[in-house]
């Protein structure tokens, strides 16, 4: 059975940082394309960034120079580290994996940044 579990979300002030975790089972992850989405209420789920089964990464404009994907195949996790969090980046985040025709989703994780 697949399965994605998230963690690491709560709230953080403005300016702090955060670290989230995505545990993966059920799959043969180093062969996936990881990468983390986030919704906020009332827009469309958004890239974040990603990290493919080679290693290469990506991210979002919005979050270039403030944040940085990785994965450990070995513990079959990706991470999110967010630094400098602003109030626009609340929001859930959700951790995606594909390869091929197959995509699975976590069930995401609320991270809200206000004072």
């Known amino acids: 059975q697949v399965q994605l579990v998230e963690s690491g979300g709560g709230l953080v002030q403005p300016g702090g940082s955060l670290e989230l975790s995505c545990a993966a089972s059920?799959?043969?992850?180093?062969?996936?394309?990881m990468s983390w989405y986030r919704q906020a209420p009332g827009k469309e789920r958004e890239l974040v960034a990603l990290v493919d089964s080679g290693g290469s990464l990506n991210y979002a404009d919005s979050v270039e120079g403030r944040a940085a994907i990785s994965r450990d195949n070995a513990k079959n996790t990706v991470y999110l580290r967010m630094n400098s969090l602003k109030p626009e980046d609340t929001a859930v985040y959700y951790c995606?994996?594909?390869?091929?025709?197959?995509?699975?989703w976590g069930q995401g994780t609320q991270v809200t940044v206000s004072s």
């Open positions: 995606r994996a594909q390869w091929s025709k197959f995509v699975y």
């Open positions: 059920g799959f043969t992850f180093s062969n996936y394309l």
